[in-house]
């Protein structure tokens, strides 16, 4: 009597017990199959994101695309081709007012660069633009664009490195620059803790990294990221830094390290011309004094290039071939660029 009574108390357990996982199984199954499916439409989703994409923007049009295309700024883009070409490029910090060209002669010299006999850079180098005043530091480390970072397993969920509790690391701008350039715009204002970090780097070709989750002892650690731990993470780059400031408020130690190079403010017959060129790419035809008339608006390169796309544009919209000063008056007054007295004059 007491033994069926244990088997039945037995066999009711088995059932309870089988149950209880025959329901997680299910939980679990019906869970993957909400995950697929979420997967499949945002998959779907991407897709035809990726099939419908806007024409090129004007502003990619307007870029000088070549040397030839550089307005004026030649004893800059000479010394830019003397630091970065040969077999022993150099670091190179560019001086000027903003919308000169620095980025712009950079990008194409580099190109030029990499078509030479005796440069180390190879055809597909990476040139990696970044911005100083977007990679504000942070202290803990957990995201910086500039250096990289270690992304440790508390911030990494339940992933596969997460549950093991491997560190991973996230490169930054300097190794996605390996092999390459970096062109750092507003150099000036990398703060004094990101601007030492970098010149370590300049020095050392890498990039090391801390984690209080990395030890040497621990066998969960796949060999790549026990490699970037001890041996760093590769950075070996050339440097371009770009700056509005003065050299005087560049710390000397980075200037020591760098050629300097100084942009110059574009004069009013560049200005036109950079105009000119802009219109032409745009497939419009303007009166030689009409570009006259808009450059004596202008500062600089960028501002001449807006002009030009803000006058295409609103012609396409109207079906006109050709502008009137109307046209560009309005451009100008819608723009909201400051109107000199004389600037008519001529007309
Ligand atoms: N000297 C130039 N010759 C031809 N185009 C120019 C020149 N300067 C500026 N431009 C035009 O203006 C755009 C902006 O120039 P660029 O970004 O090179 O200026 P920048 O000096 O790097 O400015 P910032 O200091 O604001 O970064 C270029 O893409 C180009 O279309
Ligand atoms: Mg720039």
């Known amino acids: 009597m007491f033994t069926t009574l244990m088997n039945i108390t037995q066999f009711f357990f088995t059932v309870v017990i089988g149950l209880y996982f025959l329901l997680q199984l299910v939980g679990q199954k019906s869970d993957d199959s909400a995950i ?101 530091y942070d202290e803990r480390g957990i995201a910086d664009p500039l250096m990289g970072s270690v992304h440790d397993p508390i911030y990494q969920g339940a992933g596969a490195y997460g549950s093991a509790g491997v560190p991973q690391i996230k490169e930054g701008a300097v190794s996605k620059a390996h092999g390459g350039v970096l062109f750092l715009d507003e150099i000036g204002e990398l703060s004094s803790v990101q601007m030492n970090r970098l010149l370590k780097v300049l020095e050392d070709g890498r990039v ?36 509005t400031r003065k050299p005087s408020e560049i710390p000397e130690a980075l200037r020591s390290r760098c050629v300097e190079i100084y942009f110059d403010a574009l ?25 006259k008339y808009m450059a004596s608006f202008t500062v600089n390169g960028r501002d001449s290039v807006k002009i030009a796309q803000m006058l295409a544009s609103k012609l396409k919209l109207e079906h006109k071939s050709t502008p009137d000063i109307w046209d560009v ?12 007295s004389d600037s008519k004059e001529g007309l």
């Open 208 to 243: 090391m990294y801390e984690s209080a989750y990395y030890t040497k002892s621990n066998r969960n650690i796949p060999r790549h990221v026990r490699d970037v731990f001890e041996n760093g993470m590769p950075a070996d780059f050339r440097l371009i830094g770009a700056t």
């Open 36 to 136: 697929a499916r979420d997967s499949k439409q945002e998959l779907e989703r991407l897709h035809f994101m990726r099939r419908h994409t806007l024409t090129k923007p004007l502003t990619e049009q307007t870029r000088p695309a070549q040397l030839s295309d550089m307005i004026g700024q030649e004893d800059g883009i000479k010394a830019l081709m003397i630091a970065l070409g040969g077999k022993n490029p150099q670091h190179v910090l560019i001086y000027g007012p903003p919308g000169v060209g620095k980025t712009a002669a950079a990008r194409v010299v580099m190109e030029y660069v990499k078509t030479t006999p005796d440069t180390p850079f190879s055809k597909d180098a990476p040139f990696i633009e970044l911005d100083a005043t977007t990679t504000h």
């Open 329 to 340: 008056d309005w451009v100008l007054e819608s723009c909201r660029y400051k109107k000199k």
């Open 267 to 291: 004069t009013l017959p560049q200005r036109e011309e950079i105009i000119k060129g802009a219109v032409g790419k745009l497939d419009v035809s303007v009166a030689d004094e009409l570009i």
